[in-house]
């Protein structure tokens, strides 16, 4: 990943602030722990996301696409929390 740590921490900072709702579905969708209900990203990788669950717990939830420079982590990020809402809406 050519993020730099700058930009990475932009990123969890910004989802952390802004997007709790699509941190706690991506739980819910990706990983099938619908009883998340507040979720911290404390990081984010090539292929993953990592949360850390209100228990404590740490849940890695695999990126649906690989993530190399900010943009395509903005793009993939918005991407599953599409995604999530169509899973979670069937």
């Given at each position: 990943m050519t993020i730099s740590t700058e930009e990475l921490n932009r990123i969890i900072n910004h989802m952390n602030e802004d997007h709790v709702d699509s941190l706690v579905l991506y739980a819910h969708a990706f990983a099938n722990r619908k009883e998340v209900?507040?979720?911290?990203?404390?990081n984010l990788t090539t292929n993953?996301?990592?949360?850390?669950?209100?228990s404590g717990e740490h849940l890695t939830i695999p990126l649906t696409s690989p993530v190399q420079v900010a943009k395509d982590a903005h793009m993939v990020l918005v991407a599953m929390s599409k995604q999530a809402r169509d899973l979670l809406a069937d």
């Open positions: 209900k507040s979720a911290t990203m404390i993953d996301i990592v949360l850390e669950l209100e």
